[in-house]
């Protein structure tokens, strides 16, 4: 087993033996389940099943983020708080395994999170019909956008001190990234193509949302994933010299 | 095993070791000695690989901590001041995380994990969760995660920090059963702990070595070689401290009575005299209650290095 591998297993286990993971899957389903029957069936108006599902990924979309910021904030900044991270640093261990392994834990609880609340597009199967096909690429997009909210969340992981502060620098990067969205609505070509291109929500989600699979925003998830963990990767890398 | 040569590192503006040079061979048991900020958990967590160096060479097994930290890794086993811990995890499987972090093959693994365990008497605790544990017991955990992979060099920081005076005993005793083993180089401010460990010192002070050598190296360095010693004798001998003070390399002896009719005499020499002392206390027919240093030795040496550093031998 590889050392990024063996990190995941103890990171997945920890989520699994402490309260914060479970509290923070309970919050999400608990609000997405409300969500879901308020928001996207409770509606007084006849409603397609493409409009249910495509306003239950809407609302996933927002809760998956948010998880995923909450989810993040302990991976690195908990192991400097408790110093157990010289266990890890003075193993034979590589920078790049640390980060893949923690980033690899939090990913796989966060779809194990999402797949939780797969029951609530099947129950549109109730009174309408349901494309598959919609759902599948439904539930790839949020996992793709979840993918780079946890590796911007493990970034400010790798710059925090303290999970607090991990919590706030990953939630500023991930709304900054939302809302430079909204700055492309307010200025000039060829500026708001830039700001369009790189928000996190506003141009990539909603075609997913709509159960449309563009390789664009596909290939703009995971880019923003691997930039987020290569600069992690750089910053504990750097923290040798210090 | 570990040749360090020229060692800076500076924190910004801030020198915390500054052109610190010395070797250590394998199988030695090295203390080592310093204040608060004299740049000891720089120097081993330098030696660890877990900061690189400013300027200097540092070879642990003829590698450079610069150019092979990952292959260093493998040969060492870390305790930190705060021994790097899971709360969360029991102790075996703790331990086994580690071990399988250092490398072993997995189907040796709890092979190790329990002679880990057996070493730092927490076999009774395998399936006991960290964060539930003692101080003392997590200290043992920490020393076991160190010692799990059977690494060639041991770097100890502190190993009896925070521990009462019955663990530290017992830690003393886990210590002493590494001897033969493995290198070890340990600091701590414990200098009993460090003179009954070690073989060898190192004096740091202000990021500089202001002395290393045995405990006898170092006090007939400083002119130190027996320091003071103590006797007491039933009632009041005639002229002892005089035939005391004639004894060679006693430089001075001073007798006075007690009103538990007893003299105490205080003695001060250049060597260890206290078979010379006993055996003229024997021949003069007195009744020996009590003979010892009077002041820890190493005490003494540490004292003087750290307020006059030029004293010490390099």
């Known amino acids: 087993m590889t050392a990024t591998w063996l990190i995941a297993r103890r990171e997945l286990s920890a989520y699994l033996r402490t309260m914060s993971g479970y509290v923070i899957a309970a919050v999400v389903l608990f609000v997405d389940g409300i969500l879901f029957n308020v928001r996207a069936m409770g509606s007084q108006q006849d409603r397609l099943s493409t409009e249910v599902l495509s306003e239950f990924f809407f609302n996933s979309s927002g809760l998956t983020m948010a998880a995923a910021v909450f989810l993040s904030m302990r991976l690195l900044a908990e192991e400097r708080q408790n110093g157990s991270m010289v266990l890890l640093a003075s193993s034979p261990v590589r920078e790049r395994e640390i980060v893949l392994g923690k980033f690899f834990s939090a990913f796989i609880f966060l779809t194990l999170m999402t797949l939780a609340g797969v029951f609530m597009p099947m129950l549109i199967l109730v009174n309408g019909k349901l494309s598959f096909g919609h759902v599948a690429v439904g539930y790839l997009g949020l996992l793709l956008l979840g993918s780079a909210a946890l590796a911007i969340g493990t970034l400010g992981s790798t710059l925090a001190r303290s999970q607090l502060l991990a919590a706030i620098i990953s939630g500023s990067l991930v709304v900054c990234l939302i809302v430079v969205w909204m700055v492309g609505t307010v200025t000039e070509r060829p500026l708001n193509d830039v700001f369009f291109a790189l928000a996190l929500w506003g141009r990539h989600f909603p075609p997913f949302q709509a159960g449309i699979l563009n390789l664009r925003d596909v290939v703009y998830y995971l880019a923003v994933t691997y930039f987020a963990l290569f600069v992690s990767i750089r910053v504990l890398e750097a923290r040798r010299w210090r | 095993?570990?040749?360090?040569?020229?060692?800076?590192?500076?924190?910004?503006?801030?020198?915390?070791?500054?052109?610190?040079?010395?070797?250590?061979?394998?199988?030695?048991?090295?203390?080592?000695?310093?204040?608060?900020?004299?740049?000891?958990?720089?120097?081993?967590?330098?030696?660890?690989?877990?900061?690189?160096?400013?300027?200097?060479?540092?070879?642990?097994?003829?590698?450079?901590?610069?150019?092979?930290?990952?292959?260093?890794?493998?040969?060492?086993?870390?305790?930190?001041?705060?021994?790097?811990?899971?709360?969360?995890?029991?102790?075996?499987a703790y331990l086994a995380f580690a071990a399988r972090l250092r490398q072993v093959p997995a189907r040796e693994t709890a092979a190790r994990v329990t002679e880990a365990e057996d070493r730092t008497a927490l076999r009774d605790m395998h399936g006991e969760v960290i964060g539930e544990l003692s101080h003392g017991y997590r200290q043992r955990v920490g020393l076991a995660q160190a010692i799990v992979h059977k690494p060639a060099l041991l770097i100890l920081d502190e190993p009896s920090a925070g521990l009462d005076p019955a663990q530290i005993v017992e830690m003393r005793n886990l210590l002493h059963g590494l001897r033969g083993e493995h290198t070890v180089l340990i600091s701590s401010h414990f200098l009993t702990e460090i003179s009954q460990t070690c073989d060898r010192l190192l004096v740091i002070h202000n990021g500089e070595l202001v002395g290393q050598g045995s405990e006898g190296e170092l006090a007939t360095a400083m002119g130190q070689g027996g320091g003071s010693i103590e006797v007491e004798v039933r009632g009041q001998p005639v002229g002892l401290a005089e035939r005391m003070a004639e004894l060679p390399l006693v430089s001075k002896a001073h007798g006075r009575f007690t009103a538990?009719?007893?003299?105490?005499?205080?003695?001060?020499?250049?060597?260890?005299?206290?078979?010379?002392?006993?055996?003229?206390?024997?021949?003069?027919?007195c009744d020996l209650l009590r003979l010892e240093r009077s002041e820890s030795r190493l005490e003494s040496i540490f004292m003087n290095l750290t307020q006059h550093p030029s004293g010490g031998p390099q």
């Open chain 2, 260 to 285: 538990e009719n007893t003299t105490v005499f205080d003695i001060v020499a250049g060597a260890d005299v206290r078979a010379d002392v006993a055996r003229l206390l024997v021949g003069a027919g």
């Open chain 2, 1 to 92: 095993m570990i040749e360090v040569d020229k060692l800076c590192k500076y924190f910004g503006e801030r020198a915390a070791i500054r052109d610190l040079s010395f070797a250590i061979a394998k199988g030695e048991v090295v203390g080592f000695l310093g204040l608060n900020g004299a740049g000891k958990t720089t120097t081993l967590r330098i030696l660890g690989c877990l900061l690189l160096p400013t300027s200097g060479t540092v070879r642990v097994d003829g590698l450079e901590v610069t150019q092979n930290p990952y292959e260093i890794r493998g040969k060492i086993g870390f305790l930190p001041d705060l021994p790097p811990l899971y709360p969360e995890m029991t102790v075996g």
